[in-house]
């Protein structure tokens, strides 16, 4: 595939390096060289199979609005934008074109949301969940994309939407906690990152999964269906 990368922070460097060894052909399209979406017109995407965004909150609807009108599939890393997601559905579904988001595209990420989904029964027996994630003090968006998924995923299952305690320090790539707590007990489930890689595989591996196809897609949703 001729992939087309949307910013080239840690994560999107890395992307580039996976896509490369599997065999796709990579440009990168820096924030810098795409403001406002300007270097997503028809001439520019003229030949690219699927664009990869690991911008940032306020550049991310922009690019995934020009991806649209293109109909050119988009696969969006990008968090902290997700107020936007009713119209952007229904655009993507009106232009019938191909968007794929995910809060999180490590694969052990995934799991953790249907551990998460299971474990929301719980509090019915008298369980209080709380959520903790740490990350680096780069990290532009506090709750993280990841622990308001977890939240979202209790609040479908068990109607309850449980604190998040963000943390911004270091280097940490990543850990996420839930707390479930009683007067009798505690339990702990926890998930923590080594290393951004996994995020980028997936990320690589939903834009081949995307390509052909139309739709709005959450990846938490499709992720056991993703080529080896």
């Known amino acids: 595939m001729n992939l087309l990368l949307l910013g080239h922070g840690k994560t999107g460097a890395l992307v580039e ?21 300007s270097g997503l017109g028809a ?10 965004d690991f911008t940032t ?11 649209i009108h ?20 229904e655009q993507t579904r009106k232009e019938q074109a191909a968007v794929l988001y995910g809060s999180n595209f490590s694969i052990g990420v995934n799991v953790f949301f249907e551990i998460a989904a299971g474990v929301a029964a719980s509090c019915s027996q008298g369980y209080v969940p709380t959520i903790v994630e740490r990350h680096h003090v780069h990290k532009k968006d506090a709750p993280s994309g990841t622990a ?4 979202r995923i209790f609040s479908d ?15 940490t790539v990543g850990t996420h906690v839930i707390l479930l707590d009683s007067p009798n007990d505690t339990m702990m489930l926890v998930h923590d990152a080594k290393n951004r890689r996994g995020f ?16 709005f897609y959450e990846f938490r949703k499709i992720y056991r269906q993703l080529p080896t």
């Open 200 to 215: 980028a595989d997936g990320a690589v591996r939903a834009a081949e999964w995307l390509v052909g196809k139309t739709g």
């Open 148 to 151: 308001v998924s977890i939240q």
């Open 70 to 89: 293109a109909r050119k599939p988009i696969v969006v890393g990008t968090t902290g934008w997700y107020k936007h997601i009713p119209r952007l559905e």
């Open 157 to 171: 299952v068990a109607h309850i939407e449980p604190e998040i305690t963000s943390v911004r320090e270091g280097e």
């Open 17 to 37: 390096e996976v896509a490369r060894q599997r065999g796709h052909s990579v440009r990168v399209l820096t924030s810098k060289e795409n403001p406002h979406a």
């Open 43 to 52: 001439d520019h995407l003229h030949g690219v199979d699927a664009l990869i």
């Open 57 to 67: 909150p306020e550049a991310v609807v922009e690019n995934i609005e020009a991806c």
